[in-house]
């Protein structure tokens, strides 16, 4: 394969660790500016690269990568692909693609190493020392996941990966696909809400699966929260996984965090003297308004930098609550005036 045109810069130098962003399609995740801004501040700008098709403007000051050759690939799994899903078929196809675009494109440019971060994802803290002490030359790669009672759930939100693990994953969704009975039980599973009751076939749920039934060489990243690391699952829940469950702010229901000299914490729950914080290095921002919170974490220069950045996202958050308001109502118009009788 040709490896894809690189937008910028000119010259691309490898990185001891490079993050991953991958941006399809010409609408924007909210406050992607925000996300590698931060991310280029706690990594380095020379370990962001940015992975798109379109916008190329928008991030010529990071490693922007021209992916397009690797979208139009026709790959067995295009022919494979089932679709069972609420969720749009593009949508849910492409966080499928994804996973062997960033195979190809890793393999294309020499690239052994490489976390990827999805574009809602913002990375507080500088993940080369996590790669090092807890990663190289021990695990293939990385994951989250944590298991309640018969059910389990798998993430790659956030997560290091090496070209085998890449690989051996790529390899396990086309076999999937291909043995129909194999396929037929994970979809059985699947809409069992085995998956802690996520009923659509996603890239996740394979991942879950994967991880599972092949039991690969990679670590859980959640368990660094033993040794003071915490990535977070999903800012909006209590429970992150490991050990810890942390106070959600009354309003917004996201964690409680509070800046400190070195970075973000979050307020451990059930302690009844002193408030106990654990270090975040990451924040997951997962939900349709949780995202417009983004601003209000960033880390900033000055003084006006961090209330401009209040105020956006503030507009942000009562903007889309209003739009789910709204919503709401027009839905719950629309339901009774279906149920009325016809008029005489």
Same mark, same amino acid.
């Given at each position: 394969?040709?490896?894809? $045109?690189?937008?910028?810069?000119?010259?691309?130098?490898?990185?001891?660790?490079?993050? +991953?962003?991958?941006?399809? %399609?010409?609408? /924007? $995740?909210?406050?992607?500016?925000?996300?590698?801004?931060?991310?280029?501040?706690?990594?380095?700008?020379?370990?962001?690269?940015?992975? /798109?098709?379109?916008?190329?403007?928008?991030?010529?000051?990071?490693?922007?990568?021209?992916?397009?050759?690797?979208?139009?690939?026709?790959?067995?799994?295009?022919?494979?692909?089932?679709?069972?899903?609420?969720?749009?078929?593009?949508?849910?196809?492409?966080?499928?693609? *994804?996973?062997?675009?960033?195979?190809?494109?890793?393999?294309?440019?020499?690239?052994?190493?490489?976390?990827?971060?999805?574009?809602?994802?913002?990375?507080?803290?500088?993940?080369?020392?996590?790669? *090092?002490?807890?990663?190289?030359?021990?695990?293939?790669?990385?994951?989250?996941?944590?298991?309640?009672?018969?059910?389990?759930? /798998?993430?790659?939100?956030?997560?290091?990966?090496?070209?085998?693990?890449?690989?051996?994953?790529?390899?396990?969704?086309?076999?999937?696909?291909?043995?129909?009975?194999? +396929?037929?039980?994970?979809?059985?599973?699947?809409?069992?809400?085995?998956?802690?009751?996520? *009923?659509?076939?996603?890239?996740?749920?394979?991942?879950?699966?994967?991880?599972?039934?092949?039991?690969? $060489?990679?670590?859980?990243?959640?368990?660094?929260?033993?040794?003071?690391?915490?990535?977070?699952?999903?800012?909006?829940?209590?429970?992150? %996984?490991?050990?810890?469950?942390?106070?959600? /702010?009354?309003?917004? %229901?996201?964690?409680?965090?509070?800046?400190?000299?070195?970075?973000?914490?979050?307020?451990?729950?059930?302690?009844? %003297?002193?408030?106990?914080?654990?270090?975040?290095?990451?924040?997951?921002?997962?939900?349709?308004?949780?995202?417009?919170?983004?601003?209000?974490?960033?880390?900033?220069? $000055?003084?006006?930098?961090?209330?401009?950045?209040?105020?956006?996202?503030?507009?942000?958050? +009562?903007?889309?609550?209003?739009?789910?308001?709204?919503? *709401?109502?027009?839905?719950?118009?629309?339901?009774?005036?279906?149920?009325?009788?016809?008029?005489?």
């Amino acid at each position: 394969m040709t490896t894809a $045109s690189i937008a910028h810069p000119a010259n691309l130098k490898q990185p001891e660790l490079p993050v +991953f962003f991958l941006q399809m %399609g010409s609408n /924007t $995740s909210l406050f992607f500016d925000k996300i590698l801004q931060q991310a280029a501040l706690s990594n380095g700008r020379e370990n962001v690269y940015v992975l /798109t098709d379109t916008n190329f403007h928008l991030y010529q000051d990071y490693n922007c990568i021209d992916i397009t050759p690797y979208t139009k690939v026709e790959r067995p799994f295009d022919k494979l692909y089932q679709h069972y899903s609420t969720n749009k078929y593009f949508f849910e196809k492409t966080c499928f693609d *994804r996973w062997f675009i960033m195979n190809e494109l890793a393999l294309d440019l020499g690239i052994p190493n490489f976390v990827h971060a999805d574009c809602d994802v913002l990375i507080l803290q500088d993940l080369k020392p996590i790669f *090092r002490e807890h990663i190289k030359d021990k695990y293939e790669g990385t994951m989250m996941f944590f298991e309640r009672e018969e059910g389990s759930v /798998t993430s790659a939100h956030t997560s290091f990966w090496s070209n085998k693990l890449l690989t051996d994953f790529c390899n396990f969704i086309n076999a999937k696909y291909t043995d129909k009975e194999a +396929f037929d039980v994970l979809l059985k599973d699947t809409l069992a809400g085995k998956f802690l009751d996520n *009923r659509n076939v996603s890239d996740m749920i394979l991942l879950d699966v994967f991880r599972t039934e092949t039991k690969p $060489s990679a670590l859980n990243l959640l368990s660094l929260e033993d040794k003071g690391i915490s990535i977070d699952f999903n800012l909006s829940a209590p429970f992150n %996984g490991c050990k810890n469950h942390y106070v959600l /702010t009354p309003g917004t %229901g996201i964690k409680k965090m509070i800046r400190m000299a070195d970075g973000l914490y979050a307020q451990v729950a059930g302690n009844t %003297g002193q408030p106990v914080y654990a270090k975040f290095y990451t924040m997951h921002f997962q939900g349709y308004v949780t995202k417009t919170l983004i601003p209000l974490h960033v880390s900033t220069k $000055s003084t006006f930098e961090r209330l401009t950045n209040y105020a956006l996202g503030k507009a942000y958050y +009562f903007n889309r609550k209003l739009r789910l308001f709204r919503n *709401r109502v027009k839905s719950t118009v629309k339901n009774f005036a279906g149920k009325q009788p016809d008029s005489v």
